[in-house]
Structures are given as structure tokens and as C-alpha cells.
């Protein structure tokens, strides 16, 4: 089931897009809806965002976080989460682009572009979950989705895949993790793999990660990084 937010501080343009989220979208879901960040974020048990879908207004309660600054959190806390931006100030239309979002609707055309923006996000809901890691360990089989690994270790023979919110450990090689991970994956050291949309900062001998993370960066990988890094910058 699909688990949907809408981030809206007028009751009328809430009430209307719930109308038409029920009537478009052809799967179960549920909806929750929030006034202000600080509700939103209340409601992200142990730090972690619950939410497929999150349809955000820009300008919400003036003392907290703008519908911006939120989805830049909602970044961090769940890659995989779908933003749509829904508001009547076009003037943000540039800043949006400091977030990863799908869409962006002036509230005037909702109904010409929102069945479109829920097309788009459901397909990379789909998309994102088709792009699972594999590996084995101690004969048990584990899947997880490449969207939450922060980067990965080897040392003493045992591979470390590091997420937000656990370590995976496993006996496979670098490079046969490698072969199924995506291209925002590189080697940025050799012992170390890191997910490129989970970079904050590069440097020449380190990287900084979301999560406040460094991870080594070697001389030889650097220009590959480099990069891999603005490719993924430009995507995003």
C-alpha cells in the first residue's frame, strides 16, 4: 500500500487534493495529512520518513521549516520518497532544484498536470524498488534497496554495507557487489564503494556524506569521482 503525505497549510487546497488523489490514483493508499513541518516531522518515528509519495506546499508555518528546507531533510531521511511540489509562488520555481523532487504544479493547473506527476512518481517508486542489492551471509539471503546504502567497506576479507540506519556485513568481493549496483555507485577508494547521491561534499582526499559520514577518497579515484559526481549533480 502506498503511503502518502500532503504538506498543506490551507484546509480548502488540502481538501481538494485529497479529492483528487482519490479519484486518480489506480492502487490502495493511504493518506496523512500535515500543516506545518513540525507536524510532519513529528510524525517520522525514529528519524526515519515513512512516506512513498509527500506532496509539499513551499510557503508552510513561518515558524518552522519551508516546504524547501523540509523536502531537503525528506532527502536525507528517505531517498526513495516521491516530492511533489504543489504551491501558487512560482518565484521558487529555481530553488526547488536544491531538492531531489519530481514535480513541480502551479496550484492553478492542478488538474492539467497532477494525473502526470503521479504517473512520474509512481513509475520511479517502481523503478527504485527493481534496483535491489543481493548477498549472502552466513547462508541467508538478503535483499536490500541500493537507494538506502551509504557506501561500502571491505576490510579483512568481510564487505560492510553501511545504510542509514544499519551495517550489513557479507563475505562477497568488492567488485561482485559492484556488478550489481547502479552507476551513481563508484569506487571511490579501493576499498571503499560510495553512493554518489548520498555525497554532501567531495574533496580531494575525503568525502563528507548526508549523514555527516567521511569517507576516504584515494589520488588515483579522484578524477573519476569528480567525475561520476557532477554526472549525478546534473541528474538529480
Known amino acids: 500500500m502506498l503511503n502518502i503525505a500532503i504538506c498543506e497549510d490551507n484546509p480548502v487546497h488540502s481538501r481538494k487534493l485529497n479529492a483528487m ?3 486518480l490514483l489506480p492502487l490502495p493508499f493511504t493518506i496523512h495529512n ?9 510524525s517520522c518515528q525514529s528519524g526515519i520518513c515513512p512516506y512513498d509519495l509527500i506532496f509539499m506546499d513551499i510557503e508552510l508555518d513561518k ?3 519551508n516546504g524547501i528546507e523540509l523536502s531537503q531533510e525528506i532527502n ?3 531517498p526513495k520518497a516521491q516530492i511533489i511540489y504543489i504551491t501558487q509562488h512560482l518565484e521558487y520555481v529555481s530553488c526547488v532544484y536544491e531538492t531531489s523532487h519530481t514535480y513541480f504544479i502551479d496550484k492553478e493547473h492542478l488538474d492539467l498536470y497532477l494525473e502526470k506527476a503521479l504517473r512520474a512518481a509512481l513509475y520511479n517508486l517502481e523503478t527504485v524498488q ?7 551471509r552466513q547462508q541467508k539471503e538478503y535483499r536490500i534497496p541500493q537507494s538506502d546504502i551509504l557506501y561500502i567497506e571491505r576490510s579483512l576479507r568481510i564487505s560492510k554495507i553501511n545504510t542509514r540506519t544499519e551495517q550489513f556485513t557479507c ?5 561482485d557487489l559492484m556488478e550489481q549496483l547502479t552507476p551513481t555507485f563508484v569506487y571511490c577508494h579501493r576499498s ?19 549523514t555527516g559520514q567521511a569517507v576516504p577518497v584515494s589520488r588515483a579515484c579522484y578524477p573519476e569521482v569528480k567525475k561520476a559526481f557532477a554526472k549525478v549533480i546534473l541528474e538529480i
Open 34 to 42: 500535515f500543516a506545518s513541518s513540525r507536524e510532519f516531522l513529528a
Open 192 to 210: 571503499f564503494i560510495v553512493n554518489l547521491k548520498t555525497v554532501k561534499t567531495l574533496n580531494r582526499d575525503e568525502i563528507i556524506l548526508v
Open 130 to 136: 527493481q534496483q535491489i542489492l543481493h548477498f549472502k
Open 21 to 23: 488523489i482519490e479519484t
Open 76 to 78: 536525507v531521511r528517505n
Open 63 to 65: 515558524n518552522s521549516m
Open 171 to 175: 563475505s562477497q568481493r568488492l567488485s
